[in-house]
């Protein structure tokens, strides 16, 4: 083989397998950036209908949008001050850190319905009470059980008001009375309405008298109630430890690397700093796990 045929195989050969590798790495990328993009549009369509039942109506690409910057932005805080060419391997943690808080930042929008959903909830059986005591003393007057949930519509207290008023409306448009409180009873998620459309139920099937029952559910739940904050108000204290436990070395992390960035940001980027934040990490996990488990008290 002649000099000038070794010296072009030189060239030629790493040029091919950067060739291979690279188109490898472009279609995995591709493949991600595809499947990223089709689970953002599902989820922002499916947290946009979620939004709809709690009477927010936010268009799903707007949702789309505010996911995509969230995830860009816990990406860039991640790799940012890991990104370092000398040093392969941090960069590499930095690059997985950052899809990693990058993804869990996009389903953001999803934990937010969430809260929504649970705090609209308790709101809901918050009101619940003082419902039921309304329809009670409706049907002792005299009116029908539709009647009676149109007194509680009237009165204009959200959310109960819009719950009760789609359930009439699914009615007026030809749905029957049980499946109505069914699709309420579903789109609501609680457990105390799960009880009152069991006894309405019951009560229309057998003849049964619905203001006493209406009456004895009202006091259940509000007995229930009692119980619930005098339970909250015992583990708040552990409530309290696991939150400071949790944030503590995040915020002390963050305050050091903001006063003294020539001394965090190598320790950041050593192999040793990193088991030590990976190690962090997965105590206060395991921590915040048996905290969450022992202070969580069903009633």
């Not at 319905?113 to 059986?125: A, D, G, I, P, Y």
Request: glycine share 8%; with cysteine; charged share 20%.
């Amino acid at each position: 083989m002649s000099p000038t045929h070794f010296v072009l195989l030189s060239w030629v050969i790493p040029a091919l397998l950067g060739l291979a590798f690279g188109g490898i790495a472009f279609t995995v990328i591709r493949a991600m950036g595809s499947g990223a993009t089709s689970y953002a549009d599902s989820m922002s369509e499916s947290t946009a209908r979620q939004f709809e039942d709690l009477f927010l109506f936010i268009p799903a690409r707007r949702i789309a949008e505010i996911g995509w910057a969230l995830a860009a932005m816990a990406f860039l805080v991640c790799v940012i001050p890991l990104f370092d060419l000398d040093k392969p391997l941090s960069t590499a943690i930095g690059l997985a850190l950052g899809l990693i808080v990058g993804m869990a930042a996009l389903s953001l929008p999803t934990k937010l319905v969430q809260v929504l959903k649970e705090r609209r909830r308790l709101k809901f059986n918050l009101q619940l009470v003082d419902a039921l005591n309304s329809m009670s003393n409706a049907l002792r007057a005299g009116f029908s059980i539709n009647q009676a949930f149109e007194t509680v519509v009237q009165a204009g207290e959200k959310p109960i008001s819009q719950e009760f008023d789609v359930m009439l409306q699914q009615m007026r448009v030809g749905m029957n009375f049980f499946d109505a409180l069914q699709s309420l009873d579903q789109r609501v998620g609680s457990d105390d309405l799960t009880l009152v459309v069991t006894a309405i139920d019951i009560a229309r099937r057998t003849g049964g008298n619905l203001t006493e029952i209406f009456d004895k559910i009202s006091l259940t739940i509000r007995e229930r109630m009692r119980i619930e904050r005098r339970v909250r108000t015992l583990t708040a204290q552990g409530r309290l430890q696991g939150i400071i436990v949790a944030l503590m070395p995040a915020f002390l992390g963050g305050v050091m690397t903001f006063l003294k960035p020539e001394m965090m940001l190598p320790f950041f980027k050593s192999n040793s700093g990193m088991m030590c934040v990976a190690g962090m990490i997965l105590l206060i996990t395991v921590g915040w796990y048996f905290i969450k488990r022992i202070i969580k008290i069903d009633v």
